[in-house]
């Protein structure tokens, strides 16, 4: 009897410490063999934002081996609604993401999402959409990466102002030596299109460059609200468009649309955009569309990418290249004209 008790109490032992490396082993499993990335997007079909997910992947795949962790990215779409957001950012904790990337669907509401993520202790990168400064401060885990806006609108302008200079004969329409315009703005709020819009304009104007505004609207980076509201600008203005100013790529290519579509007969005015999606690159190459401004989605995924792995490896962000206050990450755009859009539709 004495014996079996002996080897019962022996056996148990046994049995708790092979729980309990089991369990050493499931943790330490976790956290080293593998890092999840949740990733929100504000809207899934997105043409740039879905550029900057494609290149994630890539990255990651090109990127995997040299890390000693698996590496497993999740993108969800929140399709336009804080409430879906707000509930995947939820899932996303719950099961234990080591990282939380998001592309906030309202950038003003980025708070009660650093408040959960704080209290769960998993740090978040925001991106593309920027929360304002009192909200990335709420924490110091909370990151944001996106592209430098002022200098989108700059490179914009020197488009405009160096087809205008070439020809003014041609360009200004009405001859009255100004540049009269219509502005097709991206969501309202979003610091993107408020920068652009602002910056263009005061670009040119310190160029000396005098300019008239006809209409300005926002077509929130959607095509299809961009044919809309060109149409019945062509309608209203006709010929006297002479420049569109477009917020980014996608509602430049409706502008060009509506031009092409519409009965209403008028010269082409000079026509600009933001963020080099091919289907840009091609107009400019065909002559329909005169100038973009990379947004660099590749940069981007290749920053929210790096400061994962900083992150998740403990290595401090302050290393990672162009960072700025440890946590901003914002990277700049190249100019394309006809003059050098081969090169970039060859990648
Ligand atoms: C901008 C981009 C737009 C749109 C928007 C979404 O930076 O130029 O095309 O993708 O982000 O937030
Ligand atoms: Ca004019």
Redesign the pocket.
């Known amino acids: 009897m004495k014996i079996n008790k002996k080897f019962f109490n022996i056996l148990s032992l046994m049995l708790v410490s092979t729980f309990m490396v089991g369990c050493n082993n499931q943790g330490d499993f976790k956290s080293k063999d593998e890092i999840k990335i949740g990733i929100t997007l504000?809207r899934q079909d997105?043409?740039?934002?879905s550029n900057i997910s494609n290149n994630l992947e890539d990255i990651v795949k090109e990127n995997e081996s040299k890390y000693d962790s698996k590496i497993l990215l999740q993108f969800v779409d929140a399709k336009g609604s804080t409430l879906n957001q707000g509930n995947q950012v939820d899932k996303f904790i719950n099961q234990d993401y080591d990282i939380i990337c998001v592309?906030l669907v309202d950038r003003t509401a980025a708070a009660t999402i650093i408040d959960k993520a704080k209290s769960a202790d998993i740090p978040v990168i925001f991106f593309?959409?920027e929360p304002v400064e009192e909200d990335m401060n709420r924490w110091d885990k909370i990151y944001y990466v996106?592209?430098q806006a002022e200098q989108s609108a700059r490179l914009q302008a020197d488009i405009v102002a160096e087809k205008w200079l070439s020809n003014v004969e041609l360009y200004d329409k009405n001859k009255d030596g100004k540049i009269q315009y219509v502005m097709l703005e991206?969501?309202q709020g979003?610091q993107?299109s408020l920068i652009r819009t602002e910056y263009c304009i005061k670009a040119l104007n310190d160029k000396g460059i005098e300019l008239e505004k006809l209409a300005d609207d926002s077509a929130n980076?959607q095509s299809d609200q961009a044919i809309t509201k060109m149409s019945q600008w062509i309608k209203e203005f006709g010929d006297n468009i002479e420049v569109v100013f477009s917020?980014?790529?996608?509602m430049a290519l409706g502008t060009i649309h509506a031009i092409n579509s519409n009965s209403d007969l008028i010269r082409k005015p000079i026509i600009v955009g933001?963020?080099g999606i091919k289907e840009a690159l091609e107009a400019i190459k065909s002559g329909q569309m005169d100038g973009t401004v990379i947004?660099d989605a590749y940069g981007q995924a290749k920053a929210l990418f790096e400061i994962s792995m900083a992150v998740s490896n403990g290595d401090p962000v302050e290393n990672i290249n162009g960072i700025e206050k440890g946590k901003y990450k914002k990277l700049p755009h190249t100019k394309i004209t006809i003059d050098n859009v081969d090169e970039y539709l060859k990648e």
């Open positions: 504000y997105d043409v740039f934002i592309n593309n959409r996106g592209s991206g969501e979003h993107d980076w917020n980014n790529d996608s933001v963020d947004n």
